[in-house]
T-cell receptor, first 113, second 114 residues
Framework: QQQVKQSPQSLIVQKGGISIINCAYENTAFDYFPWYQQFPGKGPALLIAIRPDVSEKKEGRFTISFNKSAKQFSLHIMDSQPGDSATYFCAASIGSGTYKYIFGTGTRLKVLA | NAGVTQTPKFRVLKTGQSMTLLCAQDMNHEYMYWYRQDPGMGLRLIHYSVGEGTTAKGEVPDGYNVSRLKKQNFLLGLESAAPSQTSVYFC?????????????FGSGTRLTVV
């Protein structure tokens, strides 16, 4: 029940296309859902995050869509660029005061020029 | 630049050796975490700390110990390294004061146990 399942494992998209990465969770106590971006040799960096009281959040070309009833959330990267090529992790946490994250297994995105 | 600094960046250990990974943050964050990253498994929480002098176990704590004697430092120790501990280790910190519950990660320590 503590798992966060992420798909696909890898994704190849043409420049200018839309990249979509999906995550699903079981624990309804999760109340914070961030996405992290990681470039090779670097630590993950917070990209965008959402709380379950909203269905969508947009920041620039990045959008999180959240479906509370289905217990799913997804990251959409519009107008994907080669510089977006990275590994993306979804995560979920319970606001119990510690904000421990459960991470998905990651999606390696490659955007072709 | 402010952030999370991890040392060392790379290390090769022989089975049975011990070592300590150091994490330092200069953002006055209350919370600190140690994760390990393995191919196909994402990031898994080893230990975490909610404040100076406090530590707690995460998802995969066996074989590791931690200490947080100072607010800015979080140490991860391997008493007797095993090949199964070959991984990339990330330290992270966070603070509720910012209203942003995201983590700031270090750049990682790549550990190989032979």
């Amino acid at each position: 029940q503590q798992q966060v399942k992420q798909s696909p494992q890898s994704l190849i998209v043409q420049k200018g296309g839309i990249s979509i990465i999906n995550c699903a969770y079981e624990n309804t106590a999760f109340d914070y859902f961030p996405w992290y971006q990681q470039f090779p040799g670097k630590g993950p960096a917070l990209l965008i995050a959402i709380r379950p009281d909203v269905s969508e959040k947009k920041e620039g070309r990045f959008t999180i869509s959240f479906n509370k009833s289905a217990k799913q959330f997804s990251l959409h990267i519009m107008d994907s660029q080669p510089g977006d090529s990275a590994t993306y992790f979804c995560a979920a946490s319970i606001g119990s005061g510690t904000y421990k994250y459960i991470f998905g297994t990651g999606t390696r995105l490659k955007v072709l020029a | 630049n402010a952030g999370v600094t991890q040392t060392p960046k790379f290390r090769v250990l022989k089975t049975g050796q011990s070592m300590t990974l150091l994490c330092a943050q200069d953002m006055n964050h209350e919370y600190m975490y140690w994760y390990r990253q393995d191919p196909g498994m994402g990031l898994r929480l080893i230990h975490y700390s909610v404040g100076e002098g406090t530590t707690a176990k995460g998802e995969v704590p066996d074989g590791y110990n931690v200490s947080r004697l100072k607010k800015q430092n979080f140490l991860l120790g391997l008493e007797s390294a095993a090949p199964s501990q070959t991984s990339v280790y990330f330290c992270a910190s966070s603070s509720l004061r910012t209203g942003n519950y995201g983590y700031t990660f270090g750049s990682g320590t790549r550990l190989t146990v032979v």
